[in-house]
Structure formats: C-alpha cells, structure tokens
C-alpha cells in the first residue's frame, strides 16, 4: 500500500501513512480495532478502487506518467508563525526564479485558534504545512492548473512533508488531505526537489519570508508592512479573499467550535 500510494497515486500517501501508525511494531497475527482515523482511510481507499474502475481515464496512471517528473513552473517562497502564514508566488522557468506575482498574508485569529492564542510551539510544523496549503488554494484561484511547484522554505519538516507527502499524523492530517484533493482536481502538485533556506546563509530570502508572514510584526524592529512594502494587485488577504477563512476551518483541527 505505501508503495502504490508514493509512486502509482501520491495523493493517498496520507491515508497510507494513517494505517501504518496503526500498526507499527505490531506482530502479523495480533488482532486490533482501529480507530477512527485508520477506518476513514480504509473508507477513502475503497473508494478510490472503484473510481478507479469507473473513472479509469483520470485516475489511471501510464509507465511513462510515473516515470516523467513535471517540470516545475512556480517557486513558491513560504514561511509561517504561530500568528500568520506568509506565500510568496514566483515564475520559475528551468533554474531561473522569475518575477514575483503574488503575495498572500493570513493572521491566525487568536479568539478561534487554541494553539495562536497559547503561542503552543508544538504546532508550528504544521502552521508551516498549512501555509504550503493555502498557497496552492492561490495558485489555482489564479487559473494554474497540470503544473507543479518548487518550495522554498526554512521549516525542513514542511519541506518534507509536502515534497515527499510522508505526513505526521494528527496536526497535519487535514492539510495533507488538501494538498491531496487538489492534485486530483486540478494536477497542481509539489515537486519532490526543494531549496532549504539556511538561516545563515540565506538571510534576505529568509527576513523576506519571515516579514511576509508576520506582516511587519517582529518585535521592537522598525519595518515596512507588506501593504506598503508591495503593490496592492500583488496582495492576497483576508479582506481580498475571503474564502481563505474556509481553509483553515477545514484544515485546521484546533478551530474552535
């Protein structure tokens, strides 16, 4: 199952990754009830057999489809705070990093998220993953689509996360479903190669993606916000785009009732 789901289907390897977690280190013949979470997966994968038998035309994969990697044609620049995700969008043709078209900012709302309010550092892999998220939600609200895309970051677990799709269960679970629902709807998918962005020796790339999204707010450092800092045509927000609410409702599990 994890192999056909990292090479034949990636988009289940998050389900895949579920089941294992039930299972690891036990023996063949011990018997187990799974939980909720393992009974979903087994759920998502029957149903993903018989649309691959009903739907053998979008969901099948050739020998030369497995075999050819899609060439990259945006970077996608990202960074997050228990506060706010930063995405910036770049045109990338081969090695060559392009112009920046978009940039998006969201502040997490301390009244409806636990772990913002907390300031709880255990969540900040998976604020991270969820900034990965939200920037292909902008990407395909911008009308790319059969495309894949370079990141590039700071948080080595994001990077892994969404470049490999082996998940850590729990926390990151919804924005893998995400990330795995819009590759089958639209063919935008991550790149298996991306650029870790060294502290040290990366320190615009990183202050950049830091300020993005902090949104100028890095403590007793006098900056200019990004409202000032880029052109508006540039900008995705709350108030521009408010269907970025419903993605973090969904792919978030510490949203308050």
Not at 161 to 181: D, K, P, V
Not at 212 to 238: A, C, F, H, K, Q
Request: aromatic share 8%; proline share 4%; net charge positive.
């Amino acid at each position: 199952m994890c192999r056909y789901s990292a090479t034949v289907f990636p988009q289940l390897r998050p389900f895949a990754s579920e089941l294992f977690s039930e299972t690891r280190g036990l023996k063949r013949s011990i018997k187990k009830e799974l939980g909720v979470g393992a009974k979903s997966a087994v759920f998502a994968w029957r149903a993903f057999l018989c649309l691959l038998t009903t739907r053998p035309r979008r969901l099948r994969r050739s020998l030369p489809q497995l075999l050819t990697l899609v060439t990259p044609t945006v970077k996608v620049n990202f960074d997050a705070s228990l506060r706010g995700l930063g995405v910036r969008l770049f045109h990338l043709s081969g090695t060559t990093c392009g112009d920046c078209f978009s940039v998006t900012r969201v502040p997490l709302a301390v009244d409806r998220l636990n772990f913002a309010r907390e300031n709880n550092p255990a969540f900040q892999g998976a604020v991270e993953l969820l900034a990965v998220t939200v920037a292909l939600f902008v990407l395909i609200r911008l009308g790319f689509k059969d495309t894949s895309v370079h990141l590039e970051g700071d948080s080595t677990s994001a990077l892994t996360w969404a470049a490999t799709r082996c998940f850590r269960q729990g926390r990151s679970f919804h924005s893998a479903c995400a990330q795995m629902l819009l590759s089958l709807n639209s063919g935008v998918s991550v790149s298996p190669v991306f650029s870790h962005l060294s502290v040290r020796d990366s320190v615009v790339a990183n202050y950049d993606a830091d300020l993005t999204s902090r949104g100028g707010d890095t403590g007793d450092m006098e900056v200019v916000d990004i409202e000032n800092r880029y052109p508006e045509e540039l900008l995705v927000s709350l108030n521009s785009d408010p269907w970025i609410v419903d993605v973090l409702d969904v792919c978030n599990r510490e949203v308050q009732e």
